[in-house]
């Protein structure tokens, strides 16, 4: 008996032994600098839920006259548009896809070729209605590939005949209104989209222009910008928003004017406000600044669309600038948006404006003979661009 409790004491301390250094084994193994292949829980759908408000630095905002990133460092949008079947109902309608062009190989060329860091990417609301299923899967597709490489979104509603509305003027109407809804619900947790809420409006007068009034068609009320600010808001999307002055700023073409804005501003804390330009780029510095009145730094101010466009369909884009003062023009204008740290998007990243073609994306030049207004010709001011954008020359 006496030999069976010293063999089972034996026994017990052997196990004690055992568990004592089974247990130093795994602390050792989960200290912090050799942790490997730890599974992480699957989030519950508590713990992925979203906060009914963001935090600072959860999303791009405006602070002063600047827009700044998540880190609070300046933040200053540079990049170009894509034009695509999401806002040519011609081309939704033809079966072609956006997806031909606007795509990860196309956005790997922006950001790491080109050192852009935005893609303004028109889209409609009309074209959405035909088939809302695919349309968003096609649009989700490209923001998250967009992002993906590094590319700011700013999708910019295109409410007009060639993107398919059966109205003749470009207005803000109660359609866009439960468009915005959509959108903005769909993407008001990323931080890597903003929102341009109506392209080119052709609303006469400040007051219509902010808060709407009057009828277009028969009958359906024209809405203000404020209107659809307030919409992207009402659903919980704090991104920034961008707002365009068109016809109300008393230019009948499409570039737009701040000067007469007055005190008809937005009332929300993370606009920018944005201009189009393409037969101004050759004005001095200071027909520039008038061109924003009293947005000019105190506000974000962006050029939206701009371009040198020898090959436009509309002369006047290109008009009044000869052959060889084409290439200072559009570099003392690139200039020009630095000193006022104006963000923006040329247009267009697509052929034969920024690129040749996308394939090889071979920039554009201005040193090849054109004459204004010649359509057939393929030239621009992508390699002036693209040499700015690289080198800061």
Same mark, same amino acid.
């Given at each position: 008996?006496? +030999?069976?409790?010293?063999?089972?004491?034996?026994?017990?301390?052997?196990?004690?032994?055992?568990?004592?250094?089974?247990?130093?084994?795994?602390?050792?193994?989960?200290?912090?600098?050799?942790?490997?292949?730890?599974?992480?829980?699957?989030?519950?759908?508590?713990?992925?839920?979203?906060?009914?408000?963001?935090?600072?630095?959860?999303?791009? +905002?405006?602070?002063?006259?600047?827009?700044?990133?998540?880190? /609070?460092?300046?933040?200053?949008?540079?990049?170009?548009?894509?034009?695509?079947?999401?806002?040519?109902?011609?081309?939704?309608?033809?079966?072609?896809?956006?997806?031909?062009?606007?795509?990860?190989?196309?956005?790997?060329?922006?950001?790491?070729?080109?050192?852009? &860091?935005?893609?303004?990417?028109?889209?409609?609301?009309?074209?959405?209605?035909?088939?809302?299923?695919?349309?968003?899967?096609?649009?989700?597709?490209?923001? +998250?590939?967009?992002?993906?490489?590094?590319?700011?979104?700013?999708?910019?509603?295109?409410?007009?005949?060639?993107?398919?509305?059966?109205?003749?003027?470009?207005?803000?109407?109660?359609?866009?209104?439960?468009?915005?809804?959509?959108?903005?619900?769909?993407?008001?947790?990323?931080?890597?989209?903003?929102?341009?809420?109506?392209?080119?409006?052709?609303?006469?007068?400040?007051?219509?222009?902010?808060?709407?009034?009057?009828?277009?068609?028969?009958?359906?009320?024209?809405?203000?910008?404020?209107?659809?600010?307030?919409?992207?808001?009402?659903?919980?999307?704090?991104?920034?928003?961008?707002?365009? #002055? /068109?016809?109300?700023?008393?230019? *009948?073409?499409? *570039?737009?004017?701040?000067?007469?804005?007055?005190? &008809?501003?937005?009332?929300?804390?993370?606009?920018?406000?944005?201009?189009?330009?393409?037969?101004?780029?050759?004005?001095? #510095?200071?027909?520039?600044?008038?061109?924003?009145?009293?947005?000019?730094?105190?506000?974000?101010?962006?050029?939206?669309?701009?371009?040198?466009?020898?090959?436009?369909?509309?002369?006047?884009?290109?008009?009044?600038?000869?052959?060889?003062?084409?290439?200072?023009?559009?570099? &003392?204008?690139?200039?020009?948006?630095?000193? +006022?740290?104006?963000?923006?998007?040329?247009?267009?990243?697509?052929?034969?404006?920024?690129?040749?073609?996308?394939?090889?994306?071979? #920039?554009?030049?201005?040193?090849?003979?054109?004459?204004? /207004?010649?359509?057939?010709?393929?030239?621009?001011?992508?390699?002036?661009?693209?040499?700015?954008?690289? *080198?800061?020359?």
């Amino acid at each position: 008996m006496k +030999r069976l409790y010293i063999f089972l004491g034996s026994v017990s301390i052997v196990a004690v032994i055992i568990i004592v250094v089974a247990v130093g084994f795994i602390i050792q193994r989960q200290t912090p600098n050799q942790v490997v292949n730890t599974i992480t829980p699957t989030p519950t759908s508590a713990s992925t839920s979203v906060p009914d408000t963001f935090p600072p630095g959860d999303m791009p +905002r405006v602070e002063g006259a600047q827009i700044v990133d998540t880190s /609070g460092h300046p933040l200053i949008l540079r990049g170009g548009q894509i034009q695509s079947p999401f806002n040519f109902i011609s081309g939704w309608q033809a079966g072609k896809s956006p997806l031909t062009t606007l795509n990860t190989t196309t956005f790997h060329v922006m950001a790491h070729d080109w050192k852009m &860091n935005a893609l303004r990417l028109p889209i409609s609301n009309w074209i959405y209605d035909k088939d809302p299923v695919k349309y968003m899967a096609d649009l989700d597709r490209v923001v +998250r590939e967009a992002n993906a490489a590094g590319l700011y979104v700013v999708v910019d509603l295109h409410d007009n005949v060639k993107s398919g509305s059966p109205y003749p003027l470009a207005v803000p109407k109660p359609e866009d209104i439960a468009f915005w809804k959509i959108i903005a619900a769909h993407f008001k947790d990323d931080p890597m989209i903003m929102f341009d809420v109506f392209n080119e409006p052709q609303v006469r007068g400040w007051q219509a222009w902010l808060h709407g009034g009057g009828t277009i068609g028969n009958g359906t009320p024209i809405v203000g910008f404020q209107n659809l600010v307030d919409t992207v808001r009402s659903v919980g999307a704090k991104q920034i928003i961008v707002v365009e #002055p /068109g016809a109300a700023g008393g230019d *009948t073409g499409e *570039t737009g004017s701040w000067a007469s804005v007055g005190n &008809n501003l937005i009332n929300d804390p993370n606009i920018i406000y944005s201009r189009h330009v393409y037969r101004d780029l050759s004005l001095p #510095p200071d027909q520039q600044d008038a061109k924003w009145g009293s947005i000019l730094n105190h506000h974000p101010i962006y050029y939206g669309e701009w371009a040198f466009l020898p090959n436009s369909t509309v002369p006047i884009q290109c008009s009044g600038v000869a052959h060889d003062q084409a290439d200072a023009v559009v570099t &003392n204008f690139l200039h020009y948006m630095a000193s +006022r740290r104006a963000n923006w998007t040329a247009w267009s990243f697509t052929s034969p404006y920024l690129v040749q073609n996308t394939t090889t994306f071979t #920039p554009t030049s201005l040193d090849v003979p054109w004459t204004c /207004g010649d359509t057939s010709v393929t030239a621009g001011m992508g390699m002036i661009v693209k040499r700015y954008l690289t *080198t800061g020359q």
